[in-house]
């Protein structure tokens, strides 16, 4: 498979000089859209196209004005111009998209339109009129907005570290260092800093419970979470489902993690094990450092993706020939990572805060994934074919995670590159309590709405027992452990999106199980299931990309054994 000269494709019925600059640059082909009939299948099938070469010209200006935002919180021009399409655009183009959906679904040739092809799309327009509103429309605005303040709030959080301000991504390197009184300071350093803005951050978070609780109430649903979890098609998996995920890690993973965290603490001959010696080398040795520059970063990163597969290495080339990689932590930068898919022109933007770390590297590998996904999809027909489920995706950027162990040797010496390997499975093991737990609160949160932050509080608490090792000392760092979920982005921006990397998570060790047998068909696997999008169900992508959508304890013991031979094995 080879990637063509990449440009944006030719448009086939709206001006290519068309640029979105705000909802009135679009409102006459909007118009033209909802005057047209669709009597019979040949004029639908035209319909959806028409409405899909739209929805790509809109969507792909909306995700520019949020790459732009995060790429640089402070720039006022472009905080406007994404808080402007938030309060402008968004109510318009959400009410002409129900009516859209409408025209579609009460067209006699809907019930002709190939059920194999378009039952995914059926299945989700039918959705998303059910669960259409208009007087959601200021709330989902509102909860947007709230939801932006959080990046604002965290890319401001800096430290005083030799005399320099630093941001908490680069102060968390200095956890990874030998000197145990250095990790020490620099952890309370950042666990204070983030404390000083607590009260900000749970009064933010109190807005917005309330504001979804509305969302769901004027929708017809008792509650956020069974609103959201219609919202974000989870067609596939029940609450049911996602409480037996708890239940099964729980069960199988926590006694995992303990026996690591123990055997980290012998390792590193400590009486307690405290929240700032989970991320130093416990074998010894100096922090892992793959690489100096940025440059150096992409460079070593295309090298290693072209060790797996080079249509992997020419999908990153790209991007960095088109400036799409944003890497490097720095102030005013948002916190955390993404891969942004751009629907129009169909290549992809990576954004991190890389500082110097092996975890830099595995983010990296994984928005990779992410990435080549965005280009597998780009022949898709429609823009509703791209907008595949967390679940899908997750697949995609954890498995490749996988995939690249061997192209750490662009990194690493073979001592440090199996320390790298080392540690990343034994992070794939501690992050599914976390994953867990996480989800597990939202569950609760959002089923009981009007709790108070005392409540709140001490139900974080009350789970986060359940769900983290027993060995780990907080006795000196309670008032940082009931705020430690504050740093997740996700209950923040994107609520119940988390599970979803559970869940892949367990998919993608059954794709590593299956490339350390036959690495040749775990990767064609791999990209006939992504180059799907979301033209099949999840179980049927699953099947594809050739592992079970199945997180029972049988399943996930099996799974978790595996890795826990892997580990012993390095």
């Known amino acids: 498979m080879t990637i063509q000269a990449v440009k944006r494709p030719d448009r086939q019925y709206f001006p290519n000089d068309l640029v979105f600059e705000n909802w009135q640059s679009v409102q006459e082909f909007y118009a033209s859209l909802q005057a047209s009939t669709v009597e019979h299948l040949d004029s639908l099938m ?36 994404y808080e ?29 339109l190939d059920e194999n092809r378009f039952f995914i799309y059926k299945r989700g327009l039918k959705s998303a009129i059910e669960l259409y509103r208009e ?23 800096t430290i005083e570290h030799d005399g320099k301000d630093i941001t908490l991504s680069q102060a968390a390197v200095f956890l990874q260092n030998e000197d145990r009184n250095l990790r020490q300071t620099v952890y309370e350093k950042i666990q204070n800093r983030r404390f000083q803005d607590k009260d900000k951050l749970q009064q933010l978070f109190s807005d917005l419970v309330q504001i979804r609780h509305k969302i769901a109430l004027n929708t017809g649903f008792e509650n956020y979470r069974d609103y959201k979890l219609a919202e974000l098609g989870r067609f596939d998996y029940s609450v049911k489902d996602c409480e037996a995920f708890h239940e099964s890690i729980e069960k199988v993973v926590i006694p995992v993690v303990n026996k690591i965290y123990e055997k980290r603490k012998q390792n590193l001959n ?10 130093v080398n416990e074998n010894g040795g100096t922090p892992l450092h793959p690489y100096q520059t940025e440059q150096e970063f992409k460079d070593k990163s295309i090298a290693c993706l072209n060790s797996v597969d080079s249509y992997f290495a020419e999908c990153i080339s790209i991007m960095d020939k088109m400036d799409y ?19 129009e022109i169909g290549i992809p933007f990576i954004f991190m805060n890389g500082a110097g770390t092996q ?46 162990y061997d192209g750490l040797n662009f990194f690493y010496n073979e001592e440090d590159k199996r320390k790298a390997i080392q540690t990343h499975l034994k992070g794939v093991i501690s992050m599914l309590p976390w994953i867990a737990l996480i989800d597990k609160f939202q569950h609760w949160i959002y089923t009981n709405p009007h709790h108070s932050v005392e409540e709140r509080t001490a139900t974080w608490n009350e789970f986060f027992s359940r769900f983290s090792s027993k060995v780990t000392d907080w006795s000196d760092y309670q008032m940082f452990k009931d705020i430690v979920w504050q740093k997740q982005l996700h209950l923040f921006e994107v609520p119940f999106y988390y599970i979803e990397y559970g869940i892949a998570q367990l998919g993608s ?13 775990t990767v064609q696997n791999y990209k006939k299931a ?34 826990a031979k892997k580990i012993d094995g390095f």
Request: hydrophobic share 35%; proline share 3%; aromatic share 12%.
């Open 325 to 343: 990689l944003d890497l490097s932590s720095r102030k005013g930068k948002a916190p955390g990572g993404y891969n942004m898919t751009l629907p």
């Open 46 to 81: 035209e319909f959806i196209a028409k409405r899909s070469e739209l929805d790509k010209i809109v969507e792909e200006a909306y995700r520019w004005f949020y790459v732009k935002m995060t790429c640089d919180t402070e720039n006022e021009v472009y905080k406007n111009a």
């Open 135 to 157: 007087e959601n429309i200021p709330l989902f605005q509102e909860e947007q907005l709230k939801a932006q303040e959080f990046g604002s709030i965290s890319g401001q959080m």
């Open 359 to 404: 975890r830099d590297v595995e983010t990296m590998v994984h928005e990779a994934g992410h990435a080549v996904h965005s280009f597998l999809m780009r022949d898709l027909a429609y823009n509703f074919d791209g907008e595949i489920t967390s679940e899908i995706a997750e697949l995609a950027s954890m498995s490749m995670e996988f995939f690249t």
């Open 530 to 563: 992504l180059s799907l999008g979301y033209t099949k169900t999840i179980p049927t992508m699953y099947e594809t990309a050739g592992v079970k959508f199945d997180f029972s304890t049988e399943n996930v013991q099996s799974l978790v054994d595996f890795v």
């Open 84 to 112: 402007s399409f938030i309060t402008d655009t968004m109510p318009e183009l959400m009410k002409v998209s129900n009516e859209l959906n409408l025209k579609v679904y009460q067209s006699p040739a809907f019930n002709q």
């Open 270 to 279: 400590l009486e307690q094990l405290k929240p700032y010696d989970l991320d």
């Open 509 to 521: 060790i059954g794709m590593y199980r299956n490339y350390l047998t036959d690495k040749a068909s």
